[in-house]
């Protein structure tokens, strides 16, 4: 079955480093590959998405790109702050299946400090 | 425009009652998905509605939950005879689902059910 494995957190860098959160999958088919985000409070919002390989998706100033030879989405941004502090997830869908069910991994939280 | 809605936003039960979780997913959508977050993992499928059936019910863990959409607009995921196993964040969302196009799932702020 699809499965999605991403790094244990929880991550924590000073403001303006460089992030990475990394991600890889194990799918059928072709999927959808996604990055959701969890605000403290809030709901799961979608950050980015990627709908086959080598396409990136961007948003925010986070950027993901979609291999398809090492089956990863792999989340960057090259500058963070504090404002980013959530716990972010990566996420499958099998768009060849008849329901677009997402799959996701546990989920990393990433904490930013002044 | 509004967003996905849950009621209550807090459920809390003794174990063994029966409960109801409501979605009321964003207008015009036609897909309707409920999702479980246990505490420190990411969501898990439960089912999927397409219009009125539920057209995935694959993650359903056993027949003590069951779940409707009558008229294809809100949903109600039911539990009998909870278990403190079922204590977890349920998770709604909705989507377009235009058949055969990426589809954005887009997530209500979920319902915290605590089984005591």
């Known amino acids: 079955g699809n499965s999605v494995t991403q790094m244990e957190g929880p991550v924590t860098l000073s403001e303006e480093a460089f992030l990475t959160i990394n991600c890889t999958y194990t799918a059928t088919g072709y999927p959808s590959l996604f990055w959701y985000v969890q605000y403290p409070g809030e709901g799961l919002q979608l950050l980015l998405k990627a709908t086959k390989a080598d396409d990136k998706g961007s948003n925010k100033g986070f950027e993901a790109t979609y291999r398809k030879e090492t089956t990863s989405f792999h989340l960057e941004k090259g500058s963070v702050q504090v404002s980013d502090s959530a716990v972010y997830f990566c996420a499958l869908s099998d768009q060849g299946g008849t329901a677009s069910k997402l799959t996701f991994g546990t989920g990393t939280r990433l904490q930013v400090t002044l | 425009g509004a967003g996905v809605s849950q009621t209550p936003s807090n459920k809390v039960t003794e174990k063994g009652k029966y409960v109801e979780l409501r979605c009321d997913p964003i207008?015009?959508?036609?897909?309707l998905y409920w999702y479980r977050q246990s505490l420190g993992q990411g969501p898990e499928f439960l089912i999927y509605f397409q219009g009125t059936g539920a057209a995935d019910d694959s993650g359903l863990p056993n027949d003590r939950f069951f779940a409707v959409r009558p008229e294809g607009s809100v949903s109600t995921l039911k539990i009998q005879r909870t278990e403190r196993g079922d204590s977890a964040v349920y998770l709604c969302a909705s989507s377009l689902r235009r058949g055969g196009l990426t589809d954005t799932q887009y997530f209500g702020p979920g319902t915290r059910l605590t089984v005591l």
């Open positions: 207008s015009g959508h036609t897909a």
